[in-house]
């Protein structure tokens, strides 16, 4: 694995920090660059069976009360997709986050796609059609959502198809972090029917070759 550059100048203050439950979605994303980066850090559990995130301490770092957190020095950050790019502009790996702004942009718009346009198919999905939880058990939006999702999964499967062997061409990116979870999620949900996609799966088998994907990704958790 190919290990990242770090520019001059960005030297650690402190040990990274990362603040969120082992086992939630956007918290395993970061965990999984953690590990592609093989940085080390600190982890503090929060979240459902864990600290409150409505707990005062929390909310001084992120008063929206949502993991993950990452705080590394005098930084503090949240959302997910905001700490993957962080986290690759601080170590130099610009073979995950190139500096040109239009590769750059070749990576982001996927992450993107991932926040904006999947995250209701996921809720209906995963979160209704497979847990049963309300309100996204309501018939229409597990119906909605499973529908989709397997839009997208066309979609993503178009783009290797196209381009492959991952989402921007021939090299692992920050664009197959969200998208590789999206992907883990779709072949980990029970209830549901998937259609046949030989690049989807081959995709997944290429991704479940990475150490970190396999330890925080394809776990046993959906």
């Given at each position: 694995?190919?290990?990242?550059?770090?520019?001059?100048?960005?030297?650690?203050?402190?040990?990274?920090?990362?603040?969120g439950?082992?086992?939630?979605?956007?918290?395993?994303?970061?965990?999984?660059?953690?590990?592609?980066?093989?940085?080390?850090?600190?982890?503090?559990?929060?979240?459902?069976?864990?600290?409150?995130?409505?707990?005062p301490?929390?909310?001084?770092?992120?008063?929206?009360?949502t993991?993950?957190?990452?705080?590394?020095?005098?930084?503090?950050?949240?959302?997910?997709?905001?700490?993957?790019?962080?986290?690759?502009?601080?170590?130099?790996?610009?073979?995950l986050?190139?500096?040109?702004?239009?590769?750059?942009?070749?990576?982001?718009?996927?992450?993107?796609?991932?926040?904006y346009?999947?995250?209701?198919?996921?809720?209906?999905?995963?979160?209704?059609?497979?847990?049963?939880?309300?309100p996204w058990?309501?018939p229409?939006?597990?119906?909605?959502g499973?529908?989709?999702?397997?839009?997208?999964?066309?979609?993503v499967?178009?783009?290797?198809?196209?381009?492959?062997?991952?989402l921007?061409?021939?090299?692992?990116t920050?664009?197959?972090?969200?998208?590789?979870?999206?992907?883990?999620?779709?072949?980990?949900?029970?209830?549901?029917?998937?259609?046949?996609?030989?690049?989807?799966?081959?995709?997944?088998?290429?991704l479940?070759?990475r150490a970190?994907?396999?330890?925080?990704?394809?776990?046993g958790?959906?």
């Amino acid at each position: 694995m190919a290990k990242p550059r770090r520019k001059a100048g960005w030297g650690r203050l402190a040990m990274l920090k990362l603040l969120g439950r082992s086992n939630a979605y956007n918290v395993r994303k970061v965990l999984w660059l953690l590990g592609e980066l093989g940085l080390g850090f600190e982890q503090e559990e929060w979240g459902r069976g864990h600290r409150a995130t409505e707990d005062p301490a929390f909310l001084v770092l992120n008063p929206l009360g949502t993991v993950p957190v990452l705080v590394d020095g005098e930084v503090v950050l949240r959302e997910s997709h905001v700490i993957l790019r962080y986290l690759a502009a601080r170590e130099g790996a610009t073979h995950l986050l190139p500096e040109a702004p239009a590769a750059r942009a070749r990576v982001e718009h996927w992450m993107d796609w991932v926040a904006y346009d999947m995250t209701l198919a996921m809720k209906g999905a995963y979160l209704g059609g497979e847990l049963g939880l309300a309100p996204w058990s309501a018939p229409w939006a597990v119906e909605r959502g499973r529908m989709e999702y397997a839009q997208g999964m066309r979609r993503v499967a178009a783009a290797l198809e196209a381009g492959g062997p991952y989402l921007v061409g021939e090299a692992f990116t920050l664009a197959d972090i969200p998208a590789g979870f999206l992907v883990h999620r779709w072949f980990a949900m029970k209830d549901i029917e998937r259609p046949a996609m030989p690049a989807l799966d081959a995709y997944y088998g290429r991704l479940s070759e990475r150490a970190p994907y396999r330890t925080h990704v394809r776990n046993g958790l959906a």
